[in-house]
């Protein structure tokens, strides 16, 4: 399962959708909240991982400076799964926006400016899936550009993947933001050997018309039952889920 939580403020809806009627053997989440006000400061990636009882990895995107109560408040994404977990790290991007950066005639501790320190970000988690390697991308692209810096980053995410031996297995999957070029990334992902949840289709995954999300694999598998999650609550965004099965 692929789901923007929305900053999980709504944690026990959230942990409710995702136990039934069991928990994915792996999630990716992103606009995971830790000690951000909006969120009750709590460590919901740690929560969910608790409450779940999977395994947890994760990595912080942004500083959120509007959050903050005199200790640091952080997103990122998370990565949670009942697969063993060889090695995390980030993959922050070369190419970003400035649009969220800190300026002196905004007021960073207002919402609604949504001030912040960092930088977009994969989560790059390497499991272990019956005996096997297998890297997953857990992504959360730019979303103020008309798809230029959301292109180069994927790109970045394809050569990092280079990195690795060409027949290891990689899932890439997260909030894309593709609200500009769905299709485009459809094709170009396809391309590199790369199958979508979703097939061919491009389906709205947010709450206002929007095709954001998306889940690919390249290796041995074949998807079973993916579908977007419209009944799941708890976010503006619907979650991807399907199941796996080796070929």
């Known amino acids: 399962m692929s789901w923007n939580i929305d900053h999980g403020s709504r944690l026990e809806t959230i942990a409710g959708e995702l136990s039934q009627p069991a928990p994915p053997g792996l999630c990716l989440l992103q606009e995971v909240d830790w000690n951000a006000a909006r969120s009750g400061t709590l460590d919901v990636a740690a929560e969910l991982a608790r ?62 400016m949504q001030r912040r320190l960092g930088s977009r970000i994969a989560l790059v988690t390497d499991l272990e899936w019956n005996g096997q390697p297998l890297v997953v991308y857990n992504a959360h692209l730019e979303s103020r550009s008309m798809g230029e810096i959301q292109a180069a980053q994927l790109d970045e995410i394809l050569a990092d993947l280079k990195s690795y031996p060409a027949a290891t297995s990689a899932i890439i999957g997260g909030d894309l933001n593709s609200k500009y070029f769905p299709s485009g990334v459809l094709r170009k992902l396809q391309q590199q050997g790369f199958q979508s949840a979703l097939g061919q289709k491009v389906q709205r995954t947010h709450a206002i018309a929007m095709a954001l999300d998306w889940i690919f694999v390249r290796g041995p598998f074949a998807w079973r039952n993916a579908a977007v999650r419209r009944d799941f609550k708890g976010s503006d965004h619907y979650p991807i889920d399907g199941t796996l099965t080796q070929r």
Not at 70 to 84: D, S, W
């Open 51 to 112: 409450k779940l009882r999977l395994n947890m990895s994760y990595g912080i995107e942004f500083e959120e400076l509007s959050q903050e109560h005199g200790q640091p408040a952080y997103i990122g994404q998370a990565t949670l799964t009942r697969l063993p977990i060889r090695r995390s790290r980030v993959l922050r991007f070369a190419r970003q926006s400035s649009f969220w950066q800190p300026h002196a005639w905004i007021p960073s501790n207002l919402p609604l």
